[in-house]
T-cell receptor, first 116, second 112 residues
Framework: GEEVAQTPKHLVRGEGQKAKLYCAPIKGHSYVFWYQQVLKNEFKFLISFQNENVFDETGMPKERFSAKCLPNSPCSLEIQATKLEDSAVYFC??????????????FGQGTRLTVV | QQQVKQSPQSLIVQKGGISIINCAYENTAFDYFPWYQQFPGKGPALLIAIRPDVSEKKEGRFTISFNKSAKQFSLHIMDSQPGDSATYFCAALLAGRRALTFGSGTRLQVQP
């Protein structure tokens, strides 16, 4: 597709429940990124993939967060045992393999996760 | 530790005026500096970007000014329009890392 598709748009979970978010990158894009945007607009990088391989996971909380990008499937971000502080908008972005400087990332519309 | 500092937090400009948003960075290994525009309920969209070997880049009403020695860059929106009202984020990219480091955002309101 020509846009990054994220589902669902909204997700409400009780504390301790699992949350799973999905992202279909733009066709032909090799890199997928997950970012967390909290209420004060701050973006926090979580993880990136190059095709199905983890490229950079330095932003991922170690314990409850996991992510996958499997061939022929949407990428996913899963949060086990959600906490109130996980409430945020989660953005997925994808980019084509360009030269080092030209790295335009296209963002999806985000999934708003509310933990109650 | 915030590696990209953005100011102001909010900005009100009259229609036709110039909007100026500033960013400062710390890490000299950053080599790509994009600006993103975000409307409520939407994802950020790339507006304009610059490399550190260029001091200015202009695309339509949008200009990035880049000062490598001061480690600062700014976005200028000429002839600001109400449709420009959005949140603007500067960002920086480390070579080889591909993940963006964002500034904290500037909420721009252009009054008619």
């Amino acid at each position: 597709g020509e846009e990054v598709a994220q589902t669902p748009k909204h997700l409400v979970r009780g504390e301790g429940q699992k949350a799973k978010l999905y992202c279909a990158p733009i066709k032909g894009h090799s890199y997928v990124f997950w970012y967390q945007q909290v209420l004060k607009n701050e973006f926090k990088f979580l993880i990136s993939f190059q095709n199905e391989n983890v490229f950079d996971e330095t932003g991922m909380p170690k314990e409850r967060f996991s992510a996958k990008c499997l061939p022929n499937s949407p990428c996913s971000l899963e949060i086990q045992a959600t906490k109130l502080e996980d409430s945020a908008v989660y953005f997925c972005a994808s980019s084509r393999t360009f030269g080092e400087w030209n790295t335009e990332a296209f963002f999806g519309q985000g999934t708003r996760l509310t933990v109650v | 530790q915030q590696q990209v500092k953005q100011s102001p937090q909010s900005l009100i400009v009259q229609k036709g005026g110039i909007s100026i948003i500033n960013c400062a960075y710390e890490n000299t290994a950053f080599d790509y500096f994009p600006w993103y525009q975000q409307f409520p309920g939407k994802g950020p969209a790339l507006l304009i970007a610059i490399r550190p070997d260029v001091s200015e880049k202009k695309e339509g009403r949008f200009t990035i000014s880049f000062n490598k020695s001061a480690k600062q860059f700014s976005l200028h929106i000429m002839d600001s329009q109400p449709g420009d009202s959005a949140t603007y984020f500067c960002a920086a990219l480390l070579a080889g890392r591909r993940a963006l480091t964002f500034g904290s955002g500037t909420r721009l309101q252009v009054q008619p």
